[in-house]
């Protein structure tokens, strides 16, 4: 035990002399010290202070959507790398590689056929934006450079899906203008700012898309991104006309539909892509995060062959874009959700989640809303209920951190809480959630 307790007490030394923490506060770490995750099972895990949580974030990114120490993901990616580690690149490729894209394109709304494979969520965006870019150069719209994004957007951190990211915390730089951008508004439902009804505030957002292209001149705009379901303040869910007068006007105009998916493919709001519940058909579309369920760094891109086709060469390459072991964890990963229903079961135990946790909390003086779509859902706090004023000081960030004392781990989005297990969650654990969850919220009230 005393080894065990001068151990973790190394890890933590050694993370504060050489970890450049990212996206928290100094402050915060001196006072809630680094978390070293040492091991984890299933939808728990163990930190190096010897602690187990019930992880209702999967891995803090949402990433992890199958849980910890899955074998068969592991033995697939021991077994790639002993037979074919790492292919190279452009017409390098692997089997694996070769499988997945036929299996992503299989799964995939509409006719998206065509995959470019990535490191990761804001490679992915990277990638698309480029794709919009050369498509445009080559069909009619040589000077289309712009795209257009949206006021709250998150695509990435990197210098061009950050000048399509409209999250105050990533924009260091106060304009990383490396794609020429504009932002419109989102389909915010709790919370817009006009208070209009849901149908006139989402014709108000997708006007507003029109009018922006008109304003940037429609030759000169490339792409319009979105996320079908916005993570920012809470899984933020559109209405279904918004969306498909989206498609509308991008097609009207000329202007390429980037949807992103990083956050909400393979399973998290109960369909294997969320554009399936608006029934809309990108033009290109991203892909990250649960797609390997975090087992290794992946994303992709894809398109359909109209759009391919019209590149004579796409210029764009990343050393280890379609890694072999990468894309035979993702092969892994889809296989088992096939296999165990994991995506439909996402949608029925997640729907009665939702009821449960809203009977549990909704009443709560400081809840302003519940929702959530599949096993993504948020709780958005608000300081007067008939005005849904947000809270300004750390109230959002108490309730998490209560939970987390309690033993579940959550996270705070803004004004919102938000729960995003793995899709292997049990109903024991569902359950468990919403009783700390209405505590958490009890007690710091
Ligand atoms: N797009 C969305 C919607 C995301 O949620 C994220 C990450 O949270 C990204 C892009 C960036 O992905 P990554 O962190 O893998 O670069």
């Not at 210098?159 to 409209?166: C, E, F, I, R």
């Not at 149908?199 to 940037?216: N, T, V």
């Amino acid at each position: 035990k005393t080894k065990d307790a001068a151990n973790s007490r190394d890890l933590a030394s050694l993370a504060y002399q050489h970890t450049l923490f990212s996206m928290v506060p100094q402050s915060e770490v001196q006072s809630d010290g680094p978390c070293i995750y040492v091991e984890g099972k299933g939808v728990h895990v163990t930190d190096h202070e010897g602690r187990q949580l019930l992880d209702m974030m999967s891995s803090t990114s949402r990433a992890n959507s199958l849980g910890y120490g899955n074998e068969e993901i592991a033995r697939a990616m021991y077994e790639q790398a002993l037979r074919m580690h790492y292919s190279g690149t452009t017409r390098f490729l692997s089997e694996p590689t070769v499988t997945l894209a036929a299996k992503i394109a299989e799964l995939a709304p509409g006719r998206l056929s065509k995959v470019c494979f990535v490191s990761g969520g804001s490679e992915a965006t990277e990638t698309a934006l480029k794709l919009a870019r050369q498509y445009q150069q080559n069909t009619g719209k040589p000077r289309a450079f712009k795209v257009i994004s949206r006021w709250n957007a998150y695509h990435g951190s990197t210098l061009g899906a950050l000048s399509v990211t409209d999250w105050l915390n990533v924009r260091d730089i106060p304009d990383p203008r490396a794609v020429g951008h504009s932002f419109v508004a989102n389909p915010m439902r709790y919370r817009n700012p006009y208070g209009m009804s849901e149908e006139d505030y989402a014709d108000h957002c997708a006007s507003h898309l029109e009018r922006q292209i008109q304003f940037e001149g429609p030759d000169l705009v490339a792409a319009f991104i979105a996320e079908p379901i916005m993570q920012a303040n809470g899984v933020q869910i559109p209405t279904k006309s918004y969306l498909q007068k989206v498609r509308e006007i991008c097609t009207r105009y000329g202007v390429l539909l980037v949807i992103d998916e990083v956050i909400t493919g393979f399973g998290r709001t109960g369909n294997w892509f969320a554009s399936e519940h608006f029934g809309i058909e990108p033009d290109i579309m991203t892909m990250a995060k649960a797609m390997s369920a975090g087992y290794a760094p992946l994303g992709a891109v894809m398109t359909r062959d109209e759009i391919a086709d019209a590149l004579p060469v796409f210029r764009h390459v990343h050393t280890f874009s379609g890694h072999a072991v990468a894309c035979a964890a993702a092969n892994a990963v889809i296989a088992i959700k096939e296999r165990e229903g994991l995506i439909p079961r996402a949608a029925k135990i997640g729907a009665e989640f939702g009821a449960n946790l809203a009977e549990a909390v909704a009443h709560l003086p400081i809840v302003g809303d519940v929702r959530g779509l599949g096993l993504w859902h948020a709780v958005d706090f608000t300081r007067d209920k008939q005005t849904r004023a947000v809270f300004t000081d750390d109230t959002v960030k108490a309730v998490v951190r209560r939970m987390r004392d309690l033993g579940v781990v959550v996270s705070a989005i803004g004004s919102a809480l938000e729960i995003a297990p793995p899709l292997i969650v049990g109903k024991e654990h569902l359950d468990r959630t919403v009783a700390v969850c209405a505590q958490a919220i009890t007690e710091v009230a």
